[in-house]
């Protein structure tokens, strides 16, 4: 494998050659890899379409440089260990060797149910073994696997299928999260009598031994059908640009959209970044505590650890299950060496006390690692101190589902770290800052908005079955540049400090809403007129969900609120549940008719002595009353 970045010097000469030659640069990292057929050229781009191709002309499958090319090396290295929700419950351990058998036998499996190359399928699983087997085992077939969070709705797991055309649904009876056991086979039951008329299997792994409803005609178990294949699989070889994955997200306009990611430059850009950000070394034990719901989840619980050959920990649980000491215990329990979560759970873990870190000696940790969200400085610190006690370096990592990888982060022991500031593009990424106009902004000590110029091989390539919209949200803001939808401020060295989005998606607790998404799923509702969303600041969330709702011939009390919760859990999930329903008797409205939520933001923020003009708006009478109703 190639050498890691190991110094600040050698990080600069890394990123300035990566610039000079982008083309050499990655040609170097790709080669390491197993090629079927050798890849002619390096890239082609242009922003316009957009049309972004990576390692052109070269075939491969990533499940060989996940798994068969480590067999000689490290065929009895442990891939995944794996910690149950319940702490006395035996944990488990998949060597390299048994991976890859157990990733043959489901790929057949697969087979056997009539998945081929370019099927999809949709993956709605807890975090266990299987999970990880599954999606290895459609990308072992050149399936395309689509993971959706169990914690959405069954009209929003049918509206992914549907999306999709999934041929196949992969669940479990029930996840278990802390003491919920979640019932979601019964979900998939629902979301096929929605829709789903494309899915012709529904393959159910055993997680819980519970009662479930069953339809011989579409479900089967994974008990009787995965172990009794064999454990031979040859590898679809897969052309450079063939679809990997679909992963949904939430975007500033309606329905989520599907990013697409393709095989070989998602494989070389996510090992590249793990090896690199977590500065892996043989033998270490790395965990990460996200969902495989999320592009985290797929790139560094998954394929770029698998890729560099690491160890990687998996849990099933939640971190305040059986008490808010959990996450230690497991620390210490497997000597976790890298250690990568969200600033929500920091602070949430924070909020319990520093008695439970304090029982534990987390004397393993080299590196902590934060993703998802801007981190605040006193999140920041507590990590520091109470869990890396002011000697373990912490990456606060930013990326998105459509970079596929990490592209601004510290590199630890190499880059000084500042507490909030994502710091230094990778190299490889070239990052600048502009203005509202698309102007580059060169100076330091200023904010702007984030884009990069120039591609790098994991970043989406379309959006599913829509590439107009994929050219309307990334690249049709600024000419010849991928805009990420954040804004960030650089320090007077260089540093990024990642401020948020500056569109109407809003992040809670590093999971990304869209404003539209959930205001329509309110507006189901048929006494709710009109409705409006917007983040406001969150203690432990980061933000929270404040909803404006219009109502006509209801009783504004609890029980109205109540039922608006049940229209959003069942249209989109309990994640996007409002945490605040103020009910008002207009919005305030531009002269076009569009909801100004600038303002509505202010008043959630309780900054309303701060709203600027308002005169120009057309119904400017209704702001006092907003304010006059405003939740605290
Ligand atoms: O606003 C940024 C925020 O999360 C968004 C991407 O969300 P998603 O696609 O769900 O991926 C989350 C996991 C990578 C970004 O546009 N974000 C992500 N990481 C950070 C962050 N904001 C601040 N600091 C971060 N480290």
């Not at 090629?35 to 922003?47: L, S």
């Not at 399928?121 to 969070?149: D, Q």
């Amino acid at each position: 494998m190639t050498p890691l970045i190991s110094s600040w010097e050698d990080y600069q000469r890394c990123y300035a050659e990566s610039v000079a030659d982008p083309a050499g640069f990655w040609k170097r990292e790709a080669e390491q890899f197993v090629w079927e057929k050798p890849f002619e050229k390096t890239v082609e781009w242009n922003f316009e379409e957009p049309d972004v191709q990576w390692f052109i002309g070269g075939k491969t499958n990533i499940t060989v440089n996940c798994l068969d090319r480590h067999i000689e090396r490290r065929g009895d290295q442990v891939a995944f260990l794996w910690e149950p929700n319940e702490p006395g419950e035996s944990t488990r351990s998949l060597t390299y060797r048994t991976l890859l058998a157990e990733v043959n036998r489901c790929a057949n499996a697969l087979k056997a149910r009539g998945i081929k190359k370019g099927d999809k399928v949709v993956v709605y699983m807890p975090m266990i073994p299987e999970l990880s087997i599954a999606l290895l085992a459609c990308a072992r077939i050149g399936a395309v696997h689509s993971v959706v969070f169990a914690g959405f709705s069954a009209q929003a797991l049918s509206d992914r299928v549907d999306d999709a055309q999934a041929k196949m649904i992969i669940c479990a009876d029930y996840n278990r999260r802390g003491a919920k056991h979640i019932p979601v086979k019964a979900v998939v039951d629902q979301a096929m009598d929605l829709g789903c008329n494309s899915v012709k299997t529904v393959l159910v792994y055993n997680n819980t031994g519970k009662e479930v409803h069953w339809s011989d005609d579409v479900d089967v178990w994974w008990h009787d059908l995965v172990p009794q294949q064999s454990n031979k699989c040859e590898p679809e070889w897969m052309d450079s640009e063939d679809l990997l994955f679909i992963l949904y997200t939430s975007g500033s306009t309606g329905k989520p959209k599907g990013v697409v990611h393709t095989c070989a430059g998602y494989m070389v850009y996510s090992c590249y970044s793990f090896r690199n950000v977590f500065q892996y070394k043989e033998g270490d034990i790395y965990w990460c505590t996200a969902d495989v719901g999320w592009i985290t989840g797929h790139s560094y619980i998954i394929y770029g650890p698998l890729l560099a050959g690491a160890t990687s920990l998996m849990f099933e649980g939640v971190p305040t299950y059986p008490d808010a000491g959990r996450f230690w215990q497991i620390c210490d329990k497997y000597q976790v060496n890298q250690f990568y979560t969200a600033p929500t759970a920091i602070r949430a873990l924070m909020a319990q006390g520093d008695q439970w870190p304090a029982q534990y000696s987390l004397d393993s940790l080299k590196v902590l690692g934060s993703v998802g969200e801007p981190i605040n400085e006193e999140a920041w610190n507590w990590y520091d101190q109470h869990i890396g006690h002011g000697k373990v370096p912490i990456v606060d990592t930013w990326f998105q589902t459509e970079t596929g990888g990490i592209l601004i982060t510290p590199l630890p022991g190499i880059t000084d770290t500042k507490p909030t500031y994502a710091s230094y593009p990778m190299p490889g990424i070239q990052t600048i800052l502009v203005d509202a106009e698309g102007q580059e902004i060169t100076e330091n000590e200023v904010e702007g908005l984030l884009c990069i110029r120039f591609p790098w091989p994991s970043m989406l390539r379309t959006t599913y079955g829509d590439h107009e919209r994929c050219r309307q949200v990334y690249f049709s803001s600024f000419k010849g540049l991928y805009f990420t939808g954040d804004g960030a401020r650089r320090d007077a060295d260089g540093r990024l400090r990642i401020i948020g989005r500056v569109d109407d998606v809003i992040n809670v607790s590093g999971h990304r809403m869209g404003t539209a998404e959930v205001e329509n799923a309110i507006n189901e509702h048929p006494n709710v007129v009109e409705s409006a969303i917007v983040g406001y600041p969150h203690a432990i969330k980061g933000q929270g969900l404040y909803a404006y709702v219009i109502t006509q011939d209801k009783a504004l009390d609890d029980a109205f609120r109540q039922e608006i919760l049940e229209v959003v859990t069942r249209e989109i999930g309990p994640i996007a549940k409002p945490d605040k329903i103020q009910f008002v008797e207009g919005l305030p409205k531009t002269r076009s008719g569009k909801i100004m939520r600038r303002i509505l933001r202010k008043i959630a923020a309780r900054e309303e002595s701060n709203l600027g003009d308002i005169s120009t708006l057309l119904n400017p009478d209704v702001v006092q009353s907003v304010i006059d109703g405003v939740l605290d």
